[in-house]
């Protein structure tokens, strides 16, 4: 599915419904307590979690497509032993070689040792949902 696909998704199912003219009156369609006042910062949110979705749990991040790239949060910077340590970002590949790899580096973590939540920074359009 496309971005826009994804976008037009959300703007159908969020969409603003109500009296025909003017502003007042109107509420999104799904969440019936936001009024037309309000609309729209509420449908640009909705999109910009349907783009960029944060990962509150580890089945989440599981079940990203291969291709997908996040940013842990920021529980990894500091100072481990003298050295500045910094968050990951991760690039999940499929079979065979299946796992989340560290961008720019070696190795291979569990979706378990990812630090959440983490930021979806990229999910390839043909592959999501
Ligand atoms: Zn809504």
Redo the contacts with the bound molecule.
């Keep these: 599915m496309s971005n826009v696909d994804r976008i037009a998704g959300v703007l159908v ?2 969409a603003l419904v109500g009296p025909l003219s003017g502003v007042g009156g109107k509420h ?4 019936p307590d ?1 009024d037309g006042l309000d ?1 729209i910062r ?2 640009t949110a ?1 999109i910009d979690a349907e783009l960029q979705p944060v990962i509150e749990t580890v089945e989440q991040l599981d079940a990203l497509p291969p291709g997908s790239v996040v940013l842990e949060a920021m529980g990894r910077y500091g100072d481990f032993l003298g050295i500045t340590t910094i968050p990951g970002v991760f690039h999940k590949f499929p079979a065979p070689v299946e796992g989340w790899y560290v961008v720019a580096g070696h190795g291979a973590r569990e979706s378990t040792s990812i630090e959440l939540p983490a930021r979806v920074l990229y999910t390839p359009e043909a592959d999501h949902g």
Excluded: N, Q
């Design positions: 199912e969020h999104c369609r799904k969440c936001v609309w509420h449908v909705k």
